[in-house]
């Protein structure tokens, strides 16, 4: 069998919130609990185990490959909530989305300062 990714724990400084903050955005099952997590199931059945931390957390990058109608939810959700978004990873396009491979993304802040992209075709898979 190959390997596949199973979980991974993403820092936060109120792990409860944090978690609350991607179901909302992304439109995915309440969290649950697992010992002293807060689990976010996404619908590849990898898990993102939020943990809470006192220390300083490193901002990470998550990107979401979504369908075009889940792009379209998830992007009114992020403009209702005044959430700043840009067209790209060094955050110089405010304001604007991508059109990469012929697909459409996006990226924001969670709380923490975690970078989440979403995108409706993966990068290099063509399309303009």
Avoid: C
């Avoid at 069998?1 to 099952?29: C, Q, R, Y």
């Avoid at 901002?59 to 067209?87: K, M």
Wanted: hydrophobic letters at 35%; a negative charge; glycine letters at 10%.
């Amino acid at each position: 069998m190959p390997a596949a990714l199973n979980h991974t724990i993403v820092k936060s400084k109120n792990s409860e919130a944090a978690a609350k903050f991607w179901t909302d955005i992304l439109g995915l099952p309440a969290p649950g609990r697992l010992a002293h997590f807060q689990v976010v199931e996404m619908a590849n059945g990898v898990s993102m185990d939020f943990m809470e931390t006192d220390e300083d957390v490193t901002p990470q990058h998550y990107a979401f490959l979504v369908s075009e109608q889940e792009f379209d939810e998830i992007f009114d959700r992020i403009r209702a909530r005044g959430i700043p978004y840009w067209a790209d990873p060094q955050a110089s396009r405010q304001g604007e989305i991508n059109r990469r491979d012929g697909g459409r993304g996006l990226y924001f802040e969670d709380p923490d300062g975690h970078f989440l992209e979403i995108l409706t075709r993966p990068y290099g898979s063509g399309g303009g």
